[in-house]
């Protein structure tokens, strides 16, 4: 799989919109990039997913470049309630007893 | 909605003891992986299986081992535990048409 890296805490305040860049040099041709988001004493919880270009869903956006070595999650309008870790994983499928690995994820920390 | 439950949200054992920690999984899935997350390290894969009875170590798979006898269960075994065991426990599961990991709540271990 993919060697992801991403900044290790970002600080934000409400209402902003909220960029973090995960980068993945060496993803190979058949690999997705996929985003979690952990809040303290929970589980990862999935966030969005893409290949190439932008994905958009109700929670947040992913754009990918066109040499796909990075990608970007954009949270729109934060709140203090999305102040969680997020993590960027790179992998083609997981169903083909592949593993699942979390890299160290960026800690968001969103003021009032 | 996929539900990821694990036994246990909080547990105190002795060292030396035997412990299993359960999770049921209620989608059918295929995969199922254990995960440990500690301050600073992030979630290390412990063991993860893609079929009943098939297990594959995962990066710290040193003091454990697990059973999957059933497709919907998968029990993480710590055969001896010590207190360098003390961690948070994650179990989660994918697989089907989807390609989103779902977790568990985690079960707080505590080895004394």
């Known amino acids: 799989l993919a060697k992801t890296t991403q900044p290790i805490s970002m600080d934000s305040y409400e209402g902003q919109e909220v960029n973090i860049t995960c980068s993945h040099n060496?993803?190979?041709?058949?690999?997705?990039i996929t985003w979690y988001q952990q809040f303290p004493s929970q589980g990862p919880r999935f966030i969005i997913q893409g290949y190439k270009t932008k994905v958009t869903n109700e929670v947040a956006s992913l754009f990918i470049p066109a040499d796909r070595k990075s990608s970007t999650l954009s949270l729109p309008r934060v709140s203090l309630s999305d102040t969680a870790v997020y993590y960027c994983?790179?992998?083609?499928?997981?169903?083909?007893?592949?593993?699942?690995?979390f890299g160290q994820g960026t800690e968001l920390s969103v003021k009032p | 909605d996929v539900k990821v439950t694990q036994s246990s949200r909080y547990l105190v054992k002795r060292t030396g003891e035997k412990v299993f920690l359960e999770c049921v999984q209620d989608m059918d899935h295929e995969n199922m992986f254990w995960y440990r997350q500690d301050p600073g390290l992030g979630l290390r894969l412990i063991y993860f299986s893609y079929d009943v009875k098939m297990k594959e170590k995962g990066d710290i798979p040193e003091g454990y081992s697990v059973s999957r006898e059933k497709k919907e269960r998968f029990s993480l075994i710590l055969e001896s535990a010590s207190t360098n065991q003390t961690s948070m426990y994650l179990c989660?599961?994918?697989?089907?048409?989807?390609?989103?990991?779902?977790f568990g709540q985690g079960t707080r271990l505590t080895v004394v």
């Open positions: 994983l790179v992998g083609d499928t997981l169903w083909q007893g592949g593993k699942l690995i």
């Open positions: 989660a599961s994918g697989g089907g048409s989807g390609t989103e990991a779902f």
């Open positions: 060496n993803i190979a041709t058949n690999d997705y």
